[in-house]
């Protein structure tokens, strides 16, 4: 049955290789479901175009703002601190985000689920895909919406996995990404784009430009605020973690790498 690859597992970044990352990346569902939908959306923009013009300009602005929407909701949702200071929002924010900072290397965790990406991502890129060439450009929007985000996993996955990556490109990414989970967390809030910290002032190059932060691992959701706003805290089932897990420290990511530090 479809998503059988994945049914009842765990899989642990800090303990793969680069190819048991592609066949657990290219086997979970909803990487399947946005392939399979940014199919189906570029051919409908290509049904329905009347000329090339808008539906290529639809993608290119899409892809353009990306960055920028990963950025807002990175920063002033999924570490805002008010969603789990209400019991009804308090498990979507330890599903979206708490979970994959207490667990980085958690690969189930890393992925979002489709009941929040989806929407969000439709939310993002039809209107503009729309404003710029109505329905085929809408759909072309949304086809690239799709697509930016299977890279933006992809290269996600990658900036967790035991693996140190031959291209400088995405190692100096990778570098940036883990010093957001293990050194300071108000900050470097990009995947694969940084030009939006760069603007908002939240880009820093190395750890040594920022003091490490106390709360990295639980995004201030300590056992203090646990006791205000009990709600993650329960459907954990423990109390929120200040540090990275056993299993985590044993064997980082890589030598090289911020978490090395941290786990000292």
């Not at 175009?49 to 949702?77: F, K, N, T």
């Not at 056992?223 to 929120?240: D, F, H, I, N, Q």
């Amino acid at each position: 049955m479809w998503g059988d690859a994945w049914r009842g597992r765990s899989y642990d970044l800090g303990k793969m290789t680069l190819k048991e990352l592609a066949v657990a990346y290219w086997t979970y569902p909803a990487i399947q479901v946005y392939s399979a939908l940014a199919v189906v959306s570029g051919v409908l923009a290509v049904v329905w175009a009347e000329s090339w013009l808008a539906p290529l300009a639809a993608v290119a602005v899409a892809a353009l703002l990306y960055p920028l929407a990963w950025y807002c909701i990175h920063r002033w949702i999924l570490h805002g601190r008010w969603l789990y200071k209400m019991p009804w929002t308090a498990s979507l924010w330890k599903r979206i985000h708490f979970d994959h900072h207490q667990d980085p290397h958690k690969l189930d965790v890393l992925f979002g689920s489709l009941a929040n990406t989806l929407p969000t991502i439709a939310a993002v890129t039809v209107p503009v895909g729309w404003l710029i060439g109505g329905p085929a450009g809408s759909a072309a929007a949304l086809s690239s919406g799709l697509v930016c985000t299977c890279v933006y996993e992809f290269f996600h996955c990658i900036q967790h996995l035991n693996y140190k990556p031959r291209w400088a490109w995405v190692a100096r990414i990778k570098q940036l990404h883990l010093q957001h989970h293990f050194h300071n967390e108000d900050g470097n809030y990009g995947i694969v784009s940084y030009l939006p910290d760069m603007v908002f002032g939240t880009y820093y190059n190395s750890a040594k430009e920022r003091p490490r932060s106390p709360h990295v691992f639980n995004l201030g959701y300590d056992v203090k605020e646990a006791e205000r706003y009990p709600w993650v805290m329960k459907l954990t089932g423990s109390p929120p973690r200040d540090r990275p897990p056993r299993a985590t420290e044993r064997r980082p990511a890589d030598k090289d790498q911020p978490e090395m530090k941290a786990a000292s």
